[in-house]
Nanobody, 124 residues
Framework: VQLQASGGGLVQAGGSLRLSCAAS????????MGWFRQAPGKEREFVAA????????YYADSVKGRSTISRDNAKKMVYLQMNSLKPEDTAVYYC??????????????????WGQGTLVTVSS
């Protein structure tokens, strides 16, 4: 599967963005999906994940309550709605696909496919 993330940009603190991830391939609905981010000089970190059906979701504590992950299997899309953005949310955001169930969802090495990333910059 190939993944293409989009929707990043420059936003003021307190603002909102919706990131999108477009997938190709016939078996998209069988993949669990995740969003990770990497800030300059920092390691890649987990943001959110969603099961193949959309019935289960997980969030990092840093974004819980401010972000919502969702998917549309018919359109082969995954979304990350981020609200009340903070300067510390500034990072390159990556979507990733994981074969099988949503186990070890927070570990980047459990994902099989990655998109190219989209930059989110939050100004104070």
């Amino acid at each position: 599967v190939q993944l293409q993330a989009s929707g990043g940009g420059l936003v003021q603190a307190g603002g909102s963005l919706r990131l999108s991830c477009a997938a190709s391939g016939r078996t998209f609905s069988s993949y669990a999906m995740g969003w990770f981010r990497q800030a300059p000089g920092k390691e890649r970190e987990f943001v959110a994940a969603i099961s193949w059906s959309g019935g289960s979701t997980y969030y990092a504590d840093s974004v819980k309550g401010r972000s919502t992950i969702s998917r549309d299997n018919a359109k082969k899309m995954v979304y990350l709605q981020m609200n009340s953005l903070k300067p510390e949310d500034t990072a390159v955001y990556y979507c990733a696909a994981k074969v099988g169930p949503l186990t070890a969802a927070t570990r980047s090495n459990s994902y099989n496919y990655w998109g190219q990333g989209t930059l989110v910059t939050v100004s104070s």
